[in-house]
């Protein structure tokens, strides 16, 4: 309620994060923590609702949505769900499941406001559902998420960024960078392998520019490999 918290008056709150303690313990996850606790200190009631990531192994093994403690509140935890997407970033933007977790969560407690610190893995579109709820939503921005996929504004090259361009070329640059430790991983394995059969040409031309030290047990001519691609 409007001015609840200035006349003493208990307020309900729910906070989202995208990960929680105890298992995620960076600024984010420290900073809702510790406003939790103040909020609960201050006589209000909290709750809150974080993503929780998982491994291959266990995703599948248990609820997509469960309920937790943690220090005395309650937490709503929601796997990442990313295995089940043929797309592993777009949970992180668009997860259904979460959203509709998320609108049963608020539409029993029925908070006074929602507070958002991060939705990574729970999905941007919780917005739109606060929204079509009419909760009184507060975001505070902890990192550069909603602009930059790798959460910094910095550039693949070291170089301070100010945001995406019209055609996100930069974006996939700085993508690209952090992924090039694993490509390079993929090429010290060919390298290292007895001997490849290539069956088409245009692969063979995009691979021994990359891995020069490839050794190649059998290509296709080109007529071929044209039929093949």
């Known amino acids: 309620p409007k001015g609840a918290s200035s006349k003493g008056i208990p307020v309900k709150v729910t906070l989202v994060v995208h990960q929680y303690l105890p298992h995620w313990y960076a600024g984010t996850e420290v900073l809702t923590h510790n406003m939790a606790q103040e909020l609960g200190r201050r006589g209000h009631s909290v709750r809150l609702i974080a993503g929780e990531p998982v491994s291959p192994e266990v995703y599948g093994t248990r609820p997509l949505v469960w309920e937790d403690q943690y220090d005395g509140l309650p937490v709503l935890r929601m796997d990442y769900n990313r295995y089940c997407w043929s797309d592993p970033i777009q949970p992180d933007y668009s997860c259904p499941p979460h959203e509709v977790a ?38 505070t921005a902890t990192d550069f998420w909603f602009l930059c996929p790798t959460f910094r504004l910095k550039r693949w090259d070291n170089r301070l960024c100010s945001g995406p361009d019209p055609a996100a070329i930069e974006c996939f640059r700085c993508l690209w ?27 063979l031309g995009r691979l021994l520019p990359a891995v020069p030290r490839l050794r190649v047990l059998r290509s296709l001519p080109q007529r071929e490999s044209r039929m093949l691609a």
Request: net charge positive; glycine share 8%.
């Open 102 to 139: 998320v609108e049963e969560e608020l539409r029993r407690h029925s908070p006074d406001v929602v507070h958002v610190t991060h939705c990574l893995g729970v999905s941007a579109g919780i917005f739109s559902v606060i929204r079509k709820l009419g909760f009184p939503l507060v975001f």
């Open 177 to 203: 960078s952090h992924y090039k430790g694993r490509a390079g991983l993929a090429r010290w394995s060919l390298e290292r392998s007895p001997a490849l059969l290539i069956r088409a040409a245009f692969l």
